[in-house]
């Protein structure tokens, strides 16, 4: 499996660790042309306002258009950048699944947490590192929860795109990478 990972800021290079520790070949992402050939896509957490301001008009349609016809995993940003509606403040997703996200809802850096949680992912608890991490307020008809934090979806599916407004590529949990592969391979649509 040929995995893009969006490599302008954040933590991208855990992600590429994690991936390429299950198998797959990673390509790091910062132009429209590294997307050619690619199978599916990370996007890291970081600043989703840098990182629209970082990916330019170019390179912007190009994830666009990749992440709604290709399987995508947004972390963290990554899920604010794949969000359909972004609020605190309203910024534009690219609607890429059928969520409302909030900016720094669970606070500052100071209020940072690891907590665990049961999820669909087996029956372990899943540790969940929250860093300045957004909440999801609302979830469409179509979405899937995968896992919950106090309540709230933290970890969330639609078709092929997947997104989890925690750091799991800071855990030693690698189920929820194995998650998105399995995505991958299935082709889910």
Do not use: W
């Not at 590294?34 to 896509?41: I, S, T, Y």
């Not at 606070?107 to 940072?112: C, F, H, L, T, V």
């Not at 997947?162 to 800071?170: C, D, I, R, S």
Request: net charge negative; charged share 30%; with cysteine.
């Amino acid at each position: 499996m040929k995995i893009g990972v969006l490599a302008l800021q954040g933590d991208f290079d855990a992600h590429r660790r994690r991936l390429e520790e299950l198998g797959a070949e990673v390509v790091l992402v910062r132009n429209p042309e590294d997307f050619e050939g690619l199978e599916a896509l990370v996007i890291p957490g970081g600043e989703s306002t840098t990182f629209l301001k970082l990916l330019g008009e170019r390179t912007l349609q190009k994830l666009s258009d990749f992440v709604h016809t290709k399987p995508s995993f947004g972390t963290c940003a990554g899920a604010i950048m794949l969000a359909r509606e972004v609020e605190n403040p309203h910024q534009r997703g690219l609607d890429a699944i059928d969520i409302g996200i909030r900016r720094n809802a669970y606070g500052r850096q100071i209020d940072s947490s690891i907590v665990e949680a049961p999820s669909a992912l087996g029956s372990e608890p899943l540790e969940m590192v929250f860093i300045r991490a957004p909440r999801i307020v609302r979830v469409g008809p179509e979405v899937e929860v995968l896992a919950r934090r106090d309540g709230d979806p933290v970890l969330v599916r639609q078709g092929r795109v997947m997104v989890a407004t925690f750091h799991p590529e800071l855990s030693e949990d690698k189920r929820v990478h194995e998650e998105f592969l399995k995505l991958v391979r299935n082709g889910i649509e």
